[in-house]
T-cell receptor, first 112, second 118 residues
Framework: SQQGEEDPQALSIQEGENATMNCSYK?????LQWYRQNSGRGLVHLIL?????REKHSGRLRVTLDTSKKSSSLLITASRAADTASYFC????????????FGKGTTLSVSS | GAVVSQHPSWVICKSGTSVKIECRSL??????MFWYRQFPKQSLMLMAT?????????EQGVEKDKFLINHASLTLSTLTVTSAHPEDSSFYIC??????????????FGPGTRLTVT
């Protein structure tokens, strides 16, 4: 099962530009997480934002969460070619022992 | 940090054979482990939830007789793909929750196993 959609599905930008990806979900959550995945590789955890938080920063990453709209956004500032990857949001429910449910992902391509 | 390993990292097998994939939590105990499947250019789809010492819970549409899951200890879960067919070719990823932490902490993911069935 999947929670919802990521928008856009694909994004192409130039180095130095900012990249914004959006994620919508359907059910109540305890937290929302963003992951990166390079082609054919495993997941890299980027950032976790709890349901009572509205914004969080980590380096060049900025995540927002709007629980009333059931949506989140990931902003990558000053993008680099190395940021080229797929980005997924994943929601974590309240019950202990439940799995993360992933969105469909956004494929980001950063050209130099 | 918490580490989850998977073995093998990639495997090629012939149609009709069975393949076992191991998932281990290296420095923590995992009461619950999860198995995901990812087809090319798609997202991760949860296949099953594995609890130590009990039967796995499978997501709708996942054949439990085809994908056998065993969670015999707090640090090891195995996924066996029985009578594999080319359509089972995929990237299989396991993850685990730290038994010592409450809900709300991130799951720890293994690096994945690439299965190719010829």
């Amino acid at each position: 099962s999947q929670q919802g959609e990521e928008d856009p599905q694909a994004l192409s930008i130039q180095e130095g530009e900012n990249a914004t990806m959006n994620c919508s979900y359907k059910t109540s959550i305890n937290n929302l997480q963003w992951y990166r995945q390079n082609s054919g590789r495993g997941l890299v955890h980027l950032i976790l934002i709890r349901s009572n938080e509205r914004e969080k920063h980590s380096g060049r990453l900025r995540v927002t969460l709007d629980t009333s709209k059931k949506s989140s956004s990931l902003l990558i500032t000053a993008s680099r070619a190395a940021d080229t990857a797929s980005y997924f949001c994943a929601t974590d429910g309240y019950q202990a022992g439940t799995a993360l449910i992933f969105g469909k992902g956004t494929t980001l391509s950063v050209s130099s | 940090g918490a580490v989850v390993s998977q073995h093998p990292s990639w495997v090629i097998c012939k149609s009709g054979t069975s393949v076992k994939i191991e998932c281990r939590s290296l420095d923590f105990q995992a009461t619950t482990m999860f198995w995901y499947r990812q087809f090319p250019k798609q997202s991760l789809m949860l296949m099953a939830t594995s609890n130590e010492g009990s039967k796995a819970t499978y997501e709708q549409g996942v054949e439990k007789d085809k994908f056998l899951i065993n969670h015999a200890s707090l640090t090891l879960s195995t996924l066996t793909v029985t009578s594999a067919h080319p359509e089972d070719s995929s990237f299989y990823i396991c993850s685990a929750r730290d038994r010592g932490k409450a809900a709300g902490y991130e799951q720890y993911f293994g690096p994945g196993t690439r299965l190719t069935v010829t």
